[in-house]
């Protein structure tokens, strides 16, 4: 009996240590803990005010971008990074986007994507392959470098929207097999600068128009030409931070284009297609660009053009080319900026580069039928094509990853028929040398110096020459621009005009720069070091700048104007870089300013730069609201001849001298005014010029010397008396041109390409051609330099 009580007890006793028994004391439910509630993605109505595409309706960047953070916060599919400061100060700023297992292995897959761009890490093969099985698909798509193409700004809210919320099979693989990294703009100040503009002539004569500003603070629409020289912070923020970091398969740039060709241009491209690009990434160009056509058309989209427009000649727009992956370039017909257009069919091109918007064709095989075009339809196309995008890279991310090992692998082995090495002696100039390199080692290339004096070619180089060895990852980046081009011979059709590329020809840093850069065919027999960084070196200041003494009088410094005209041109926004970043100080004139006269009282030196004289006489049209119509006009140029006649130094670069000679009445004649391209032509050129040493302009050049020719005059003097060449191009034409293509060079063998004519008491100074190219013809920046300071 006490045996059993005692069980009874211990058993009681458990029950007890359990908990209460119900029968004993009521259970207080406890509610069940539920996780918090996840936030709201937040639409893009709900922080824009408007869905992306609606007609006359865009914003600034700091509401963009309140945007981007927002969802961010709410989606575990997309984190936000800001990448640093844009030239005005802007937030730069990425968004990557992946299911949530992978944006918590971010880093795991960076190293993995790091090991197959530069496959010498691997010991095994085995390895190799399992990078390839674990690997990402990583895409970069940028959107927005060229701010009047509106769509491109709110084309990655609508795409980041979709990406944040949609469940479907489709956008599930997306983000479990791409890593998404999306730059809703390479431009953000320029989203900033035209949607207050657009707003601000919203229901006027001047809706739709482009801002009487540069989009770019310096470059304008030439910012996507930065891609190898990295001249603005907005490029090397991307390269730095992106392109070098995450090594991207694909890269996706999204723009647009006019609104009477084709509704959407996607690649392949048309030729000539740059030689040091390997084929196996032309062939991935072509396939994923016909893909996501096939894609959208089987969506009812129409007016898709394919190898049209657009050739693959310049690195200058093309950085992945030569780092392992392809470019995709889509190109969206525009509307107004934000405002609807009505296109009737008719009214469409009669004949576009490469097809008929008109027929039928292999690359054109649905026409637009015209109608009203809008911004939701350029949003529509764009979003759609980088979904389209998306989900090929999804589906193919083994065969993206095992191309793009494959092209770093043969990178590494090296080409055949490339040379071994190029080899770049240490002492030349050194700012010139500085950048070349700088240029080089930011584009991920091995630099390495010779530990002995070795002899190339029979000339003895010193240790500590510098070494471009052609067997590494990015060998096709380096030979691209080290290498002189030679630009294929195209006609429109045999014996007939020529074809136009779409951009320039010639891209031979070292020309440029006035740097010697030799390939070295075989190998060298000389130890290298690892790879260096090249030395940093400043620009110095080549003006004084003029101070006032306590009476108010001007010192020596040369007090220079630089024009700026509201039909802006990328040419002024180059010379101010150029100009800043060589702390040369000027002042900025409008065509206000000129016409009120009375220069000389401000200026010492005005400098107009490349502009046609069309231009700068009639500048922008009258439906443009004051101070912005039009130009200099009669008043403004009889106000620079009297600036000259009173002693002043007037600087005319490129057709600027055009100008130049008409409106001051120069003795002096344009042999190319009025010829055509059939009679002479080079697209974007490098030209042999030979220089006068003895006059001031040329001080400290050599006697030959590279120099950039696209577009411009060349002169015959009709009066010696007062006017003086101070270049020429060579009177042989076989020896003119160093680089690019040149049509007909005997046009312009021996005439004069740099000219001083003396009015008054003053001058004018004709440059035929830009001396500060793009920022990159460092070898003819003294010229323009010296130009400033003739007296």
């Known amino acids: 009996m006490a045996k059993r009580m005692g069980g009874a007890l211990l058993a009681l006793a458990v029950v007890l240590a359990a908990g209460p028994l119900t029968a004993q004391r009521p259970r207080t439910q406890q509610p069940a803990r539920r996780p918090p509630p996840a936030p709201t993605i937040p639409t893009p109505r709900s922080v824009l005010g408007f869905e992306p595409g609606e007609d006359r309706k865009l914003a600034e960047w700091p509401v963009l971008v309140r945007y981007f953070q927002a969802l961010a916060r709410a989606s575990d599919r997309v984190d936000y990074r800001e990448l640093g400061k844009t030239t005005l100060g802007a937030p730069f700023v990425a968004l990557v986007i992946s299911s949530p297992q992978n944006l918590r292995q971010l880093d795991r897959y960076r190293q993995i994507n790091a090991s ?34 509106v769509g491109g700004h709110l084309t990655p809210v609508s795409l980041a929207y979709r990406l944040a919320t949609d469940t479907s099979a489709a956008t599930r693989a997306i983000l479990n097999d791409v890593i998404l990294w999306l730059v809703p703009s390479l431009n953000p100040d320029g989203v900033t600068i035209v949607t207050k503009w657009y707003n601000r002539t919203l229901g006027t004569s001047a809706e739709g128009t482009s801002p009487p500003e540069l989009y770019h603070h310096y470059t304008g629409h030439d910012n996507n030409r930065d891609w190898y020289a990295f001249t603005q912070v907005e490029t090397r923020i991307t390269v730095d931070s992106l392109h070098n970091v995450w090594h991207p398969q694909i890269v996706h740039d999204i723009h647009q284009m006019g609104s009477e060709g084709a509704r959407l241009f996607l690649p392949p491209y048309l030729d000539p297609v740059e030689p040091n690009v390997d084929p196996l990434l032309v062939d991935g160009v072509n396939a994923l660009g016909t893909a996501m056509t096939w894609e959208l058309g089987g969506q009812g989209k129409t007016g898709i053009s ?47 580069r490469g097809f008929n918007p008109h027929e039928r064709s292999w690359n054109f095989t649905n026409p637009w039928r015209g109608g009203r075009w809008t911004l939701r339809d350029i949003v529509g196309y764009q979003t759609d094509a980088a979904y389209a995008l998306l989900l090929h890279a999804a589906k193919q991310r083994e065969r993206w990853l095992a191309n793009f090992l494959t092209v770093e692998t043969r990178a590494v082995r090296g080409w055949r028929d490339w040379p071994y090495a190029y080899v770049i002696p240490a002492r030349q100039d050194s700012i010139a040398l500085s950048t070349l390199l700088g240029i080089l080692h930011r584009g991920g290339v091995e630099i390495r110096t010779a530990q002995q004096p070795f002899t190339l070619h029979g000339q003895r180089q010193p240790a500590g020459t510098y070494v471009i060895v052609l067997r590494q990852p990015y060998a096709a980046f380096a030979k691209t621009l080290l290498e002189v081009q030679r630009y294929p011979d195209r006609r429109l059709y045999p014996g007939g005009p020529p074809e136009r590329p779409y ?133 403004g140029s009889e106000a620079l001849r009297q600036f000259v006649l009173d002693g002043g130094t007037l600087v005319a670069l490129n057709e600027a001298s055009r100008f130049a000679v008409q409106a001051l009445l120069l003795p002096v004649r344009n042999v190319l005014e009025a010829v055509t391209d059939e009679d002479f032509y080079a697209p974007g050129s490098i030209f042999r010029l030979e220089l006068d040493t003895t006059h001031a302009a040329a001080r400290g050049q050599q006697r030959e010397t590279p120099a950039w020719f696209q577009g411009g005059p060349a002169f015959e003097i009709l009066d010696t008396s007062v006017a003086r060449v101070v270049g020429k191009w060579p009177d042989d034409p076989s020896r003119l041109l160093l680089s690019g293509w040149v049509l007909h060079p005997e046009r312009v063998a021996g005439k004069a390409a740099l000219v001083e004519v003396r009015l008054g008491t003053g001058r004018v100074v004709l440059f035929g051609f830009r001396p500060q190219y793009r920022g990159q013809s460092l070898v003819t920046y003294p010229l323009l330099f010296n130009s400033l300071q003739l007296r």
Do not use: C
């Open 116 to 149: 197959l761009a530069d496959p010498r890490g691997f010991r095994t093969s085995r390895a190799a392959r399992e990078a390839v099985r674990n690997g990402k698909t990583i895409v970069l798509i940028t959107s927005s470098i060229h701010s009047t193409e």
């Open 306 to 352: 394919i190898n049209a427009t657009y050739d693959a000649w310049t690195p200058a727009r093309a950085y992945q080319h030569y780092h392992g992956g392809v470019r995709i370039l889509s190109e969206t017909a525009s509307g107004d900026l934000a405002s609807p257009v009505d296109i009737p069919f008719d009214r469409l091109q009669t004949r576009a």
């Open 503 to 635: 951009d320039v020809t010639a891209h031979t840093l070292p020309l440029l720069m006035g740097i010697t850069a030799t390939a070295a065919t075989d190998s060298l027999r000389v130890p290298l070091s690892a790879p260096v960084a090249p030395r940093i070196v400043a620009p110095v200041p080549p003006l004084r700048v003029a101070e006032r003494g306590t009476g108010g009088e001007v010192g020596e410094g040369r007090r220079v104007g630089l024009y700026k005209s509201y039909d802006a041109t990328m040419d002024e926004g180059w010379t101010r870089w150029v100009f800043d970043t060589w702390k040369v100080p000027y002042t900025t004139l409008v065509d206000s300013v000129v016409r009120a006269g009375r220069l000389n009282e401000r200026f010492d030196v005005i400098v107009l730069p490349d502009q046609s004289p069309r231009e700068i006489l009639e500048g922008l049209a009258a439906r443009y609201p004051a101070p912005f119509a039009g130009g200099l006009g009669s008043e």
